[in-house]
């Protein structure tokens, strides 16, 4: 055998775990080679599987193929088919919470400024090295063959992920794609990786071009996303992203609570997006109000996402009854507690203690007086409402007295 096709073709049987594949995808690789294609798996899944990660998501690239209605046919015995991709020649499925990506082998050239600015033409016929091409790191080019039970790795990704190295493809194509500088930052990131010299020149080229203003935010939000929740070490990414000077803000007197606050989240249950604004919250804690507004443009336009960050940033703990009972009208203050802990600032056992004493760690005070109330008392509706339940919550607060004794007071205080 030539010493490239030795280069080439490297067994599974050098690696001791087995390639996990749902039962529902098996039938389909099965119809599709019966139907003379031949389906690789391919990028992230491989990638994930040779360094012993959960598989959330499949890629497989089916050679052979004329047209995606050819596979949309066979795709359509099984399940049903999800057109998202369609203009990539890209056919979803999705069973039992797993993603399957089926496409085209295909070129891509860059005919515009936008991400989605890509003309794309699909080649049933077209090598795996030449189809490969096209991806951005060697370690996400690596093909599996289920019916061979082997890999197929064109460009050395199997020797670059044994030295935990990412090294860009073709200088060409890999220009052409600027949301490429994020990924390369997260998945060093995420897998604890180096960023060959080389290609972290072509990343910084890329920066000094001005292409990454032409990123949507949502593609910028959902690589941040990625680099936060799936790395243990989130500071790897973030120094990364100060070296290579993507943002006006500086995150280097950040990196250590980042890391704090994503191994406490570790073993939790925690809503992803709460988890994210803590950490944004973190980051941008301390910087001036205009780059902070500047920064959060660039990411998001959520309001709501946006507003929990600015409400956070705004507010700092304080060890007393009245101030903690105000801040929970406003804020979670777990939140604002979690955030401390990241930081180190304080001892909060105290702060801890009256907020479980109140029942308001994770919700609001409870006001002892509503609007039904107030009617029950004989005040109509056309009554100053308002100022009555301000009045009836200030003194709950500050008085920390009974529901009945408010009653009295707003009686006293309001019936002329």
């Known amino acids: 055998m030539k010493l490239e096709l030795l280069l080439l073709i490297q067994k599974i049987s050098l690696y001791k775990q087995t390639f996990n594949i ?53 795709l359509e015995k099984h399940t049903k088919v999800i057109e998202v991709g369609k203009t990539f020649g890209v056919l979803k499925i999705e069973e039992n919470g797993i993603e399957c ?7 891509e050239k860059k005919v515009g400024k936008t991400h989605k600015s890509f003309e794309v033409k699909l080649f049933s016929d077209l090598s795996i090295k030449k189809a490969a091409k096209r991806r951005d790191f060697t370690i996400n080019a690596i093909y599996y063959d289920y019916f061979k039970n082997s890999f197929i790795d064109p460009f050395l990704g199997l020797k670059d992920l044994k030295k935990r190295k990412i090294r860009y493809i ?70 990364l992203l100060d070296e290579l000077k993507i943002f006006k803000i500086s995150f280097f007197g950040k990196y250590r609570a980042i890391n704090r606050l994503s191994k406490i989240l570790e073993n939790r249950e925690f809503e992803e997006k709460r988890a994210l604004v803590l950490f944004f919250t973190i980051l941008l804690r301390g910087e001036k109000e205009d ?68 029942d308001i760690l994770n919700r609001a005070l409870k006001p002892h007086i509503m609007g039904v109330d107030l009617l029950e008392l004989g005040f109509s509706p056309s009554c100053d409402f308002r100022n009555m339940l301000n009045f009836a919550l200030d003194l709950q607060i500050r008085e920390n007295i009974s529901k009945e004794e408010i009653k009295s007071s707003i009686l006293k205080n309001f019936v002329k």
């Open 291 to 358: 780059e902070v507004l500047e920064f959060l443009s660039k990411i998001s336009c959520d309001k709501k996402f946006l507003s929990s960050i600015n409400s956070l940033l705004k507010e700092s703990l304080e060890d007393d009854y009245i101030s903690l009972k105000k801040q929970s009208l406003r804020v979670v203050l777990e939140d604002l507690i979690l955030i401390e802990l990241a930081f180190k600032n304080k001892n909060l056992s105290s702060i801890i203690k009256k907020c479980e004493e109140f």
């Open 101 to 107: 990506d089926f496409s085209i082998p295909r070129v």
């Open 22 to 74: 749902p039962n529902f995808l098996i039938g389909i690789l099965e119809d599709l080679k019966n139907s003379s294609y031949k389906p690789y798996f391919v990028g992230g899944c491989v990638r994930d599987f040779l360094l012993n990660k959960e598989i959330k998501d499949f890629d497989i690239e089916v050679f052979g193929l004329n047209s995606l209605e050819e596979l949309r046919t066979i």
């Open 170 to 239: 073709d200088k060409k194509s890999f220009v052409e794609d600027s949301l490429r500088v994020f990924r390369a930052i997260g998945f060093a990131s995420r897998f604890n990786f180096k960023i060959t010299k080389k290609t972290k020149h072509l990343l910084k080229d890329i920066v000094k071009s001005d292409e990454l203003d032409n990123l949507s935010r949502e593609r910028v939000f959902e690589e941040l996303k990625k680099l936060f929740l799936k790395s243990k070490k989130p500071s790897i990414g973030l120094k």
